[in-house]
């Protein structure tokens, strides 16, 4: 099996439908082999489950960590300018790479697995020849504002999408109902996410989440001011920082020290008199014990909301994410009722975040709310579809061994 995944975001849910298939695959006596392609980024999310299966889970590619990371907003010249960033500091040679790989690898894929968008999907159908299985995380029925057929998909999307794969697993049912209206063949088989406990221990816990690209350690900076201008609120929370899985120990005791935070044990620091625990790349295991998430992580957020956990969320106007464009144009769209607009300055946030605390049961029934409407209730998304992959990859006939005609044999035809 071929998993090809966008990177950053994509690769947790990616983790966690891997997970699934591979214990499912241990218990029903099937012998798995998974090599991992991720897009962006040098796959952080995989290593434990390599560590866990070595020799049936490898990573085929490892791709450098853009500035931009593939995220292209705000004005024209601004989106210009990151796209050829990107391009030029090794987005268009990693391309080169990946395709060159899936185009000559000696491994033969029953299946090929896309996570993300039509990256995926273009280079596992480009590079193996085979239609991808696509867990779509970037298009979502909740962002269509207006009544067009393909709105916030594209035709060009829509078709490779339609022709391209083999099916595609949607985020959220009203997306898998649209999906089928477009000719696509598509399901909803529930929620993809982290686990989300009900009771007191989700009451006292605060994530503040950077963001993995670029910009994170200003974003960092940004949101340790926050925290000192509302020590007085925070004081009875336990606060958490979820640094990029891409950045060393280095990077961020160098941040931690230009925010004057002190180093009190490994995974923790002194910010005043507030101490804060952090730990590297694992939001999505962090976001099952969170009362609410402070930050700039736009897929993170995104998830948050539809577990049912508000999101507060600065706007800075040069943010690569986080922008006053992503902030109307997708966040307001796609939280909705879990989104909580924060300020463009320190002083603005804290004041939202004072009040949110004040009120803190009332936004969280929003979110929970909003959580209800948009994935029915359907849980265990990452089991089901690991389920339905494997019932798939069952029916694949064997390959046969030793009899295949060599290219002069006379019994193709040819002498």
């Not at 399901?187 to 989700?202: A, D, K, T, W, Y």
Request: proline fraction near 5%; aromatic fraction near 10%; charged fraction near 20%.
């Amino acid at each position: 099996m071929l998993l090809v995944s966008n990177g950053y975001g994509e690769d947790s849910f990616a983790a966690l439908i891997l997970e699934e298939l591979l214990g499912l695959a241990e218990t029903r006596g099937v012998a798995l082999e998974v090599g991992i392609v991720p897009l962006v980024g040098e796959g952080k999310a995989f290593e434990g489950i390599v560590q866990r299966f070595p020799g049936r889970v490898n990573l085929l590619h490892v791709s450098p960590s853009f500035p931009y990371g593939g995220v292209y907003l705000g004005s024209f010249p601004q989106r210009v300018f990151r796209l050829l960033t990107d391009a030029f500091r090794g987005g268009i040679r990693n391309a080169l790479a990946v395709y060159r790989l899936l185009r000559h690898c000696p491994l033969s894929f029953d299946m090929v697995i896309g996570v993300g968008d039509i990256l995926p999907l273009l280079f596992g159908l480009l590079g193996t020849g085979k239609k991808v299985y696509l867990f779509a995380c970037a298009h979502t029925d909740l962002l269509r504002i207006r009544k067009k057929p393909y709105e916030r998909l594209g035709r060009i999307t829509a078709l490779f999408f339609r022709h391209g794969t083999a099916k595609v697993y949607t985020r959220d049912a009203p997306t898998a109902l649209w999906f089928q209206s477009l000719g696509i063949r598509a399901e909803f088989l529930g929620f993809v996410g982290p686990e989300i406990p009900s009771g007191s221990c989700r009451e006292k816990n605060i994530l503040f989440l950077p963001g993995h690209r670029g910009d994170w350690e200003r974003n960092f900076l940004f949101l340790t001011k926050t925290i000192l201008l509302a020590r007085n609120a925070l004081a009875s929370f336990a606060l958490h920082f979820v640094f990029p899985s891409e950045q060393s120990a280095v990077q961020i005791a160098r941040a931690i020290q230009k925010a004057r935070g002190e180093f009190v044990v490994p995974s923790s620091f002194l910010l005043g008199q507030q101490s804060i625990s952090f730990s590297q790349g694992d939001y999505f295991a962090r976001l099952g014990s969170a009362s609410l998430v402070v930050g700039f992580a736009g897929t993170a957020l995104e998830y948050a909301a539809f577990c049912g956990i508000p999101c507060i969320e600065p706007c800075l106007k040069d943010a690569i994410q986080a922008n006053p464009h992503f902030l109307t144009a997708r966040q307001a769209l796609l939280l909705r009722e879990a989104l909580i607009p924060g300020g463009d300055t320190p002083e603005k946030t804290a004041r939202v975040l004072q009040e949110v605390l004040g009120n803190l049961h009332v936004f969280q029934e929003r979110a929970q709310q909003f959580a209800r409407t948009t994935w029915q209730g359907q849980g265990e998304g990452a089991r089901n579809i690991a389920r339905d992959l494997l019932s798939i990859l069952r029916t694949v006939p064997p390959k046969r061994q030793g009899i295949e005609p060599a290219v002069g044999d006379s019994r193709n035809g040819t002498r």
